[in-house]
Structure formats: C-alpha cells, structure tokens
T-cell receptor, first 113, second 115 residues
Framework: AQSVTQLDSQVPVFEEAPVELRCNYSSSVSVYLFWYVQYPNQGLQLLLKYLSGSTLVKGINGFEAEFNKSQTSFHLRKPSVHISDTAEYFC???????????FGQGTRLTINP | DTGVSQDPRHKITKRGQNVTFRCDPISEHNRLYWYRQTLGQGPEFLTYFQNEAQLEKSRLLSDRFSAERPKGSFSTLEIQRTEQGDSAMYLCASYWWGTNTGELFFGEGSRLTVL
C-alpha cells in the first residue's frame, strides 16, 4: 500500500517570497508522483507530475518539484508567490501502471500582501 | 468536451434520506473514479470503473453506498439512509487507460450536507 505525508498543514508566506511545500511518501513499489491544486469551491487541477526521467519537473503557474528517491520525497517549490496562489495543495502517489491516486492531507498556502 | 461534470453541485438532505450523485466523464475516457473529501482532508478513494466494470471498492464504501456505470459512460453514486458522517465533497475523476499519462481529470465535486 502507499501513503503520503504532507508535513505542513498550513504555510503562510508573504507575496513575492519563495515557498516550499513538503511531501514524503511510502511505497513498496515504484510510483508516479503528482501535485494537485484546489481553489475554493473547485475541483482538483494538476500542477505537475513525475512519471520517469529527469527528477526536476516543471509545472503550471511557475511551480516545480524535485523527486528524491532516496529520501522518498517530492517537494513543491515556487521562487516567488502571488496572491492568486492562495489555495490548497495536495501531493499524491499512484503505483506505476495502476492509476489509483492516494492523496496526502493537503497544505493550505496563504499569501499575505 | 468541457471536462468532467458533476450534478448536483450541492445537496442538503435530512438524515435517513437517500441521495444520488451523477458524474459525466470526459467522453473518450474509459476509467472513472469516485473520491470523498471531508473538510480539511485530502480526497479518499472510494471506487473506480473501467468501462462498465467496477474493478475496486474501498472498505470506506459501506453497504449503504452503491455506484454504477451502466453503459460505460456516466456514473451514479447513491447513498442510502444518509448519516451525518456522510457529509463531504464527493469528487469524480476520469482517465483514459492506455495513455499512461497518469493524470486524472477531476470534476468540481458534489457537496453533501446531511442535517
């Protein structure tokens, strides 16, 4: 079975500051990794994904994440945040070939002006 | 196609009543998933279909819950004899099995409030 731990339930940052949202996972098999974003009263939108290849993946809205297999981590970063980045962010894993996502509990990113 | 659509978006019901949610996936997608999300939590897997076949059900899906995808297109999720603990957002997602892109496309969810 797979599990995901998002280490911070809330992250407050100032506008234009950098941010890192942390995600660790556990799995006995190889996995695909994802970050989704959820804006208030909306569904989940894919930010980025790691399937294979380069461990640094770039996504939409200036976000990027790095897969670290030895530390079983997939932290999300953005060098300069904007007010519009205020949302809930979810890290998820799926066993390769299974396409069934297991989500973390989410990190609420709040941007202060 | 405009994406995954869910109906209704909001449902308020009294304890003990039955409710049904509908999901229309992206038309060419052969896999359809249901997730439940409670306040402050991440989505939890409930069940998924490949075409009309229900391939897996979570232990979270008690016998009061039933999901169908009769023609391999839209799906319904029915909750019988609702309880206050059923209050949650029910999310539907779809995927084209065979592309190996890994990305599930989510609808905006159906929020259930049980009084």
């Amino acid at each position: 079975a797979q599990s995901v731990t998002q280490l911070d339930s809330q992250v407050p940052v100032f506008e234009e500051a950098p941010v890192e949202l942390r995600c660790n996972y556990s799995s006995s098999v190889s996995v695909y990794l994802f970050w989704y974003v959820q804006y208030p009263n909306q569904g989940l939108q894919l930010l980025l994904k790691y399937l294979s290849g380069s461990t640094l993946v770039k996504g939409i809205n200036g976000f990027e994440a790095e897969f670290n297999k030895s530390q079983t981590s997939f932290h999300l970063r953005k060098p300069s945040v904007h007010i519009s980045d205020t949302a809930e962010y979810f890290c998820a894993v799926s066993p390769q070939g299974a396409q069934k996502l297991v989500f973390g509990q989410g990190t609420r990113l709040t941007i202060n002006p | 196609d405009t994406g995954v659509s869910q109906d209704p978006r909001h449902k308020i019901t009294k304890r003990g009543q039955n409710v049904t949610f509908r999901c229309d996936p992206i038309s060419e997608h052969n896999r359809l998933y249901w997730y439940r999300q409670t306040l402050g939590q991440g989505p939890e897997f409930l069940t998924y279909f490949q075409n009309e076949a229900q391939l897996e059900k979570s232990r979270l899906l008690s016998d009061r819950f039933s999901a169908e995808r009769p023609k391999g297109s839209f799906s319904t999720l029915e909750i019988q004899r609702t309880e206050q603990g059923d209050s949650a957002m029910y999310l539907c997602a779809s995927y084209w099995w065979g592309t190996n892109t890994g990305e599930l496309f989510f609808g905006e969810g159906s929020r259930l409030t049980v009084l």
